[in-house]
């Protein structure tokens, strides 16, 4: 099919997904609201919205996933500026987060009055960072260094080790993200607990949300590197992937300071 085309760039067929995810968004949005309110009809709008949004992301993928290996889409012009848009994205999230982390550190540097001048402010409870958040620190960023094992194993043709480094990466991932809800299980604070609550609750949250984000990314490239599908020329997928997951490593490590240290110690 490609090679009726007398240009290397890639004319996207119509597709119904960008509409269906957006709808889904709306559904889960909306219907979020009105069941925190408890609006009739809210749990099933949330529901609805929640089997969209996933089953859009499946099907898109599966198309995307087509038009890279079976139809021959994906040149190496296409590939370029694949990448090139997924750094706005990045970038995108870096001021996202970069807001968390200016707040993480301007509260304990400038404790106001209004908290008694102390941080953390009296009262609160706060997490110990030698216990859950240290180890929990360094198993993420092994889950970093395992994704940067199989960012180099696919160019070097290595498939087998790339397929290894990329169970390495989940798992580690896995067990980041079990100990992060123990963390919040056993934490003695809450989002309404103040300044240092509700830093603490988004900053983590987030963060957490995005290491998911990265987890499943990394277990459909890895699912992908094992049927074959990335090789030497085509791995763009996993580059992106391997591009976040660096990215929320990055930010861990901006995080852990301010939020663990400056509050626990």
């Not at 609201?33 to 996933?54: D, E, R, W």
């Not at 809800?181 to 509700?198: C, K, N, R, V, W």
Request: charged share 10%; with cysteine.
């Amino acid at each position: 099919m490609i090679s009726s085309q007398r240009h290397s760039y890639h004319s996207v067929d119509p597709s119904p997904w960008p509409i269906s995810g957006s709808l889904g968004a709306l559904a889960t949005t909306v219907g979020g609201v009105m069941y925190m309110h408890s609006f009739t009809g809210g749990a099933t709008l949330l529901g609805l919205g929640l089997i969209f949004i996933p089953y859009t992301m499946f099907v898109r993928w599966r198309d995307v996933i087509r038009e890279s290996t079976l139809e021959g889409h994906h040149t190496k012009v296409v590939q370029l500026g694949l990448r090139y848009g997924f750094i706005p994205s990045i970038v995108s999230e870096v001021m996202f987060l970069s807001a968390l982390s200016r707040a993480s550190f301007h509260s304990p540097s400038a404790p106001t009055v209004e908290i008694g001048g102390i941080w953390p402010p009296k009262g609160i409870g706060v997490l110990n960072p030698w216990e859950i958040p240290f180890p929990n620190t360094l198993i993420l960023l092994s889950s970093g260094a395992a994704v940067t094992w199989a960012h180099h194993a696919i160019p070097a043709g290595k498939e087998q080790q790339a397929v290894h480094a990329s169970v390495a990466t989940v798992s580690l991932a896995l067990v980041f993200t079990g100990f992060q809800g123990m963390e919040y299980h056993q934490a003695p604070l809450t989002i309404p607990d103040g300044i240092y609550g509700s830093t603490f609750s988004s900053a983590t949250g987030f963060h957490g949300f995005h290491v998911i984000i990265g987890t499943i990314s990394s277990i459909i490239c890895g699912i992908r590197q094992y049927l074959g599908h990335l090789t030497k020329e085509h791995h763009v997928g996993f580059e992106a992937a391997a591009w976040y997951r660096h990215f929320v490593d990055v930010v861990r490590s901006f995080l852990f300071v301010p939020i663990y240290w400056w509050g626990g110690l």
